[in-house]
Each structure stands twice: as C-alpha cells, then as structure tokens.
C-alpha cells in the first residue's frame, strides 16, 4: 500500500482508507496470489491502529531514509514488531522529480548541498576509496534497512551495486550521523492532497 489514504474517481478528497485495503490484500495473502504484504508512508499513529485492526502485520514498511532523514527511532520501532524496512530515496535529494533540491538549514537559512555533495560524504568516499553514492548506501545497509536507490544508467548500478564492498569506520558512521540532526524530508505531499501525513515522525 503506497500511501494511507486514497481517493476514487467519483471522491473530490483524498480520505484515510487504510484500514479496508489492508484487509482486501490480506484476503490476497490467504489465497496465495501474493507471498509478503507491505506499506508505505504511514505514520506511528496509522501502524499502531493497523496492527491493531488486523491478524497479519506489514512484513516491510518502504519509506523515506537518507542521512539528511535518518529516523532512527522509528527504525527501531519497525525491529520491535519484527517489520522489516526499505529505504526509498536513499540518496537524498538527488531525485529531480522534488524541484528545488537544495535543503534550506532551519538554524542558518543557508541551503545544504545535494547529499552526494555534502562535504561530510565527499570526504569519506576519498577516504575509503568508494563514492559518494557507495558511502550514503553502505550507511543505508549498515541500519539493517534495504535500501532501492533508483537509476536507469548501466554504470550508476553497477556503482550502487558495489556499495556492499565499501567498508566504514565508526567515525564515518558518526560523521554521516551529523547530517541528520536537523531533519529534512523531501517527498511529502500532505498540502497538495490536504491531508496530514507523516505526524509524530521527523519533519513531517
């Protein structure tokens, strides 16, 4: 389930209407058509009433993770319900489809730089001889999450692929830490759709 609500052609508003689809694919999951069932986007609020309004829990939950967006907390929440986690957008802002790339500081109203260009990152590529794109994706990894960076260039997936050879220290996963302190999200749609999406979660 890509988002927890929808809308059909006859609704003039998107509406929360999570809780009948996911019992609609659980009827799927019963007869076999489909092996796991997942989510994606949802908040804390919306994943506590699902479990609690259905016999089968989300075997993955895809959401938003990047160094610029790290939720740990929320990680850890999805490893005590044993629900694993896909991170999309795992390199950050580098996805045209979010226009103005930039991430403005809510401290310095200064503009951070595309994550495979921040500094931080760049400095540890050259460090452990890997790119940038390796060393954000080996973070990504390295939180037990899988991470689905998005590319249609031969060379580019061969350079994501060869991530799981890029090895960290502990003082690179402390710098990389950093990036997240003031948490930026960049794919969220809640005014277009005039929902509230993302609540009790980082920049929602």
Excluded at 14 to 20: A, E, K, P
Excluded at 42 to 55: E, G, M, T, V, W
Aim: aromatic share 8%; charged share 25%; hydrophobic share 35%.
């Amino acid at each position: 389930m890509h988002w927890p609500v929808g809308k059909s052609p006859h609704d003039k508003k998107y509406h929360y209407d999570y809780i009948d689809t996911w019992h609609a694919m659980h009827k799927l999951l019963i007869t076999g058509r489909v092996r796991n069932i997942g989510i994606s986007n949802f908040s804390p609020a919306q994943l506590k009433s699902l479990i609690r309004n259905s016999d089968v829990k989300p075997a993955v939950h895809q959401m938003e993770l990047h160094p610029y967006l790290p939720q740990t907390q929320w990680i850890r929440a999805h490893q005590a319900h044993g629900i694993k986690i896909t991170a999309y957008s795992p390199l950050g802002n580098m996805n045209p489809t979010y226009g103005d790339r930039s991430r403005r500081s809510v401290t310095t109203q200064s503009k951070a730089p595309l994550l495979l260009e921040n500094e931080v990152i760049r400095n540890i590529a050259e460090k452990r001889d890997c790119t940038p794109a390796q060393v954000v994706l080996a973070w990504g990894m390295s939180r037990g999450v899988s991470v689905i960076p998005k590319s249609k260039h031969e060379g580019y997936i061969k350079e994501n692929l060869a991530a799981t050879t890029c090895v960290l220290a502990d003082d690179d996963f402390a710098r990389t830490e950093t990036l997240g302190e003031e948490p930026t999200r960049f794919n969220n749609p809640s005014k277009g759709w005039g929902v509230h999406l993302f609540e009790g979660l980082d920049d929602a």
